[in-house]
């Protein structure tokens, strides 16, 4: 019954009539700047996941005897200054940044909406007192809060996870409280209120699924964000700690050799980290100019 | 409504924020971590030991009791004594905010100049290649790692070029500051016309303002040249154009004006997050703002100091906000109206 309901009044789809290949290879087509993105992501992905099978270098194993040496066929990114080869480290340091990365933005993401959900369904004092909550979490710069929660939890990879989480939060309840506001009161919410569904079920399998596309586009920004953060916070000595690679920890490794010339210890790890980033928010940018176009 | 009502209601706002901040940054400092005083001495702390601590961190007291005491010190304009600099923290925070905010407005005069240009070329030129160059910097910027760009920086300016001071703070190592009158060690010498200390602070800002100019300067592009697509889009800019107003004047008079309010916002949040202190940038230049100041209290388990620095951050953060709510209906009547 209420599939029916929500079939009748839920805006008919336009990729039921196109088909859905045919739609994305011409989205794809349209929106260079999401082809960019994803290709970007596709490299570094593959090879994180198939890279280190072809390496033969440890990523934690010290070799004295060739420390610092500059990018060559051998150490495409050189070594550091304990003779680990650079390169391995990066691909290891690719998939724990990947792993926090989507860890953060799948937990703000849920989070978020669902918080969001409740809050723009029963306006009223409820609404008031989430909004104020988001007011003071806006208060805070998200790097500061972040290093702030990170530093009170303790210097663990999940609390990490969880302060980076925590500073995104508010996004995500602003977005999807916003698209509640309005979509609470469309005819197919109406309809299910009707029929007598409880108001979970109302909220939740019903507005919520219509509200979500302003939060997955930006869950696709946060995966960059936190990347840039987790990194940030851990070239601080915030999170991940050396030995273990990963991006941000590399770079500060190779900080203090960056005024003596030992350039490749920082800007390769660093590059990557750019890299990602630049992966992430080329499609969501795109998903974002796409998603509006399609709104008008 | 009036204006004054207005300005009354906003500030309402902000002190219900900031008290919210408050809590926030009690909650945050002295309740997430459980016990501060064996987070402080380590492991090999013994009983005796921690007791002590709790008693001088006054966290042996009941949580209302702590907060009570947090507050009734905020009111006197205590913020704590830092044991790392011997000193009360609201002195040392008032000490170095000249230094973050010195970077942080040279980093948003840059980003501003170039999210200006960019941002309204972008917008006039729409879809050519000049706007497709222009969106993938706004986009390269935003997915730059500042520590990372400050590096190779460094390396390209400093060691390679040797351009730059190297990045060891405001000035060389053994020189005095310019006479305090506004603690911008480059507005201070100019004042005093001492030329040899003005190139030495102005070499010493260039690299960290460049950084975080750059970072910055990427939301400030795409939001002119949003804003600037939205007015030029619009029926007056179309009536100017049809009664023969140069393009120029419209573009500069009429779009620019209009497309304010969006721009003004942005900038507001980017010279917060530039107040915020930007620990990672400064602790690379060893700058001695806020932010080096929290690194520094973070490693040190310097909690009173670090507790600070968040509190002025947020209020920093707050009472900005305030200030661009209330420059908007100056701008624009309409919104205290409406």
Known sequence: ?296 | MSFRRYIARRLALGAITLLGVIVAVFVLTFVLPGDLASLKLGPYATEEGLAVMRAEMGTDKPVPVQFANYVSGLLRGDMGQSWVSGQAVQRDMAQRLPATMELGLAALIIALVVGLVLGIIAAVRRDSVVDQVVRGYAILGASTASFWLALVLIYIFYFRLDWAPPPLGRLDVGMDAPPAITRLYVLDSLLARDWALLRHSLGHLTLPALTLGFIVSAPVTKIVRAAMLDVLHSDFIRTARTIGVPYRTIVIRDGLRNAMIPILTTSGIAFGYLMAGNVLVERIFAWPGIGQYAWTALTTKDFEALRGFILVVAIIYVVINLVIDVLYSVIDPRIRLG
């Open chain 1, 1 to 296: 019954m209420s599939a029916q309901t929500s079939a009748v009044f839920s805006p008919p789809s336009p990729a039921r009539s196109v088909g859905r290949v045919r739609r994305f290879s011409k989205v794809l087509q349209q929106n260079r700047m999401l082809l960019i993105g994803l290709a970007v992501l596709l490299v570094v992905v593959v090879s994180a996941l198939v890279g280190p099978y072809f390496i033969t270098y440890e990523p934690l194993r010290t070799a004295p005897e060739m420390k610092l040496l500059p990018p060559s066929l051998d150490h495409p990114m050189g070594t550091d200054n304990f003779g680990r080869d650079i390169l391995v480290r990066v691909l290891y340091g690719i998939r724990l940044d990947l792993r926090i990365a989507f860890m953060v933005a799948f937990t703000a993401l849920i989070v978020g909406t669902l918080v969001g959900t409740f809050s723009g369904y029963y306006r009223g004092i409820i609404d008031d007192v989430v909004m104020r909550i988001t007011d003071v979490m806006m208060a805070f710069p998200s790097f500061v809060l972040a290093m702030a929660i990170t530093a009170m939890l303790g210097n663990t990879i999940p609390n990490v996870v969880i302060a980076i989480a925590i500073s995104y939060v508010p996004y995500f309840i602003r977005l999807t409280r916003g698209e509640v506001l309005s979509a609470r009161e469309m005819g197919y919410a109406e309809a299910a209120r009707c029929v007598g569904n409880p108001e979970w079920r109302i909220m939740y399998l019903h507005i919520l699924p219509n509200c979500l596309t302003p939060a997955l586009v930006q869950a696709t920004l946060c995966l960059g964000w936190a990347i840039l953060d987790a990194s940030g916070l851990a070239f601080l000595g915030l999170g991940v700690r050396p030995p273990i690679p990963e991006g941000g920890v590399l770079v500060g490794e190779g900080a203090q050799f960056i005024i003596s010339g030992e350039w490749w210890v920082s800007v390769f790890p660093g590059a990557v980290i750019v890299l990602i980033a630049l992966g992430f928010n080329l499609i969501g940018d795109s998903l974002r100019d796409i998603t509006a176009q399609e709104e008008r």
